[in-house]
């Protein structure tokens, strides 16, 4: 049977399509835009062509022109939705209040379901999940002894649990390692799954379109952490985050029985309490960058402030474009691993403003951003130390006894 272009998409959905005016405000916000200047991958032209796709099939069109839709056309549409960073900045601008954030990845999963997705390697995600637990295809042992740090106690159960997520544990280990130490500085006991059990949290194959095993990946992890009796879920990863958020309870079925709180979130309540203090003399002048996932996705804004500024001797500088409207750092939605130029030049344009801006160090808070501005700063004009904001904050934390 023929697949309608509406059949995963639900009413509102369908009328963010049909509500675009044109109005072409997503574009001054657009990363990729900003880089590759092509107005056929555009926001506002990705949803005039998918609007296109329905009328075409759907509408009056359909019983006037009765002709199928080239697969040229089909495929340029794909290359499109692909090369987005998922990065919702288009929809923070947009006037109308479209959520792009949202919609790409189903329009991805469309063009997944006719065959014309995901790109490249991305079609390697599910296997790599599947066979390895991890979008890397890397060995379950080596999940978390590279980087977990010596004499930190971890509970068999316990009201809190830490997730580490798959890119921070591979590739972004500075910033797990970080997490790792604050949690143990606030001192309160946590769990985590064993190297096998932790597997990947589905970002990586729902941001591709690619559902398959989403829904037995993700009753694996809750129905692990229910029984370890876990009540709040930590986590760095903003990808991870918003997905467990907006996601899991969709693929389990029902609510979560637990919460699930970012980092920041869990260590500035910690601080409040007076749980832990920090300790610096070194006068530090720090940019902090909004990931996509965790300004626009979560709300998590201000409490990664906050706690750059509880650190003696910090002043905390902004990037023009900060909080909701912040630029990705590029690596978003699974396109640097096929957009590789686009991913190195978006991480570009936040290494040049953080250097002129005059920061010592540019703060991250994403395994995705830390992975791809590091990557982008080899070989560059501009040069500035990265940090993650637990790596930072490991080194200056002390529990309060
Ligand atoms: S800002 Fe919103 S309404 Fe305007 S063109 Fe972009 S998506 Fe469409
Ligand atoms: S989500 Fe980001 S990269 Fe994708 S179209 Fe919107 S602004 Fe551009």
């Not at 005016?21 to 998918?50: M, N, W």
């Not at 932790?198 to 970002?203: H, K």
């Not at 990808?239 to 969709?250: L, Q, S």
């Amino acid at each position: 049977m023929k697949r309608s272009f509406t059949e995963g998409l639900s009413r509102k959905e369908m009328l963010e399509i049909k509500a675009c005016t044109q109005c072409r405000e997503c574009l001054r916000y657009c990363p990729v835009q900003e880089v590759t200047g092509d107005i056929s991958i555009a926001p506002f032209e990705k949803i005039r062509q998918y609007r296109e796709f329905i009328e075409q099939t759907e509408g009056l069109k359909s019983l006037l022109l009765k002709r199928e839709i080239p697969r040229k056309v089909l495929e340029d549409f794909t290359k499109a939705v692909f090369e987005c960073t998922t990065c919702g900045a288009c929809g923070e601008a947009c006037p109308v209040g479209i959520d792009t954030q949202r919609l790409w990845p189903l329009l991805r999963r469309e063009m997944v379901l006719r065959g014309l997705g995901p790109i490249g390697s991305q079609r390697e995600l599910p296997l790599a999940v599947k066979e390895t637990g991890n979008p890397y295809n890397q060995p379950a042992s080596k999940r978390y002894k590279p980087w977990f740090p010596e004499g930190v106690e971890i509970a068999r159960s316990a009201e809190i649990a830490y997730y580490a997520g798959c890119t921070g544990a591979y590739q972004a280990r500075p910033m797990v390692r970080g997490d790792v130490i604050v949690m143990d500085a606030v001192g309160e006991p946590f769990t985590m799954l064993g190297e096998e059990e932790e597997v990947c949290c589905g970002f990586p194959l729902f941001i591709t379109g690619q559902f398959e095993l989403l829904e037995s990946l993700v009753k694996r992890l809750v129905e692990a952490y229910r029984s370890r009796g876990v009540k709040t879920l930590v986590c760095s990863c903003p990808c991870c985050v918003n997905m467990m958020v907006k996601d899991w309870p969709e693929f389990y079925g029902q609510k979560l029985p637990f919460k699930i709180v970012h980092i920041t979130q869990y260590l500035y309540s910690a601080l409040k309490k007076g749980m832990v203090v920090f300790h610096n003399e070194e006068p530090l002048r720090l940019i902090y960058h909004d990931p996509c996932y965790l300004s626009r996705g979560v709300g998590v804004i201000e409490e990664p402030r906050r706690l750059l500024r509880a650190i003696p001797e910090v002043e905390l500088l902004e990037f023009d474009r900060h909080g909701r409207l912040s630029r990705c750092c590029g690596a978003g939605g699974a396109a640097r691993k096929v957009f590789h130029e686009n991913a190195v030049a978006i991480a570009r344009l936040s290494i040049d403003e953080a250097v002129k801006k005059g920061a010592q160090r540019l703060v991250l808070s994403c395994p995705a951003c830390y992975e791809k501005v590091n990557e982008a700063m080899r070989g560059y004009k501009n040069q500035i130390p990265i940090v993650d904001i637990m790596e930072l904050i490991s080194g200056v934390i002390k529990r309060r006894r």
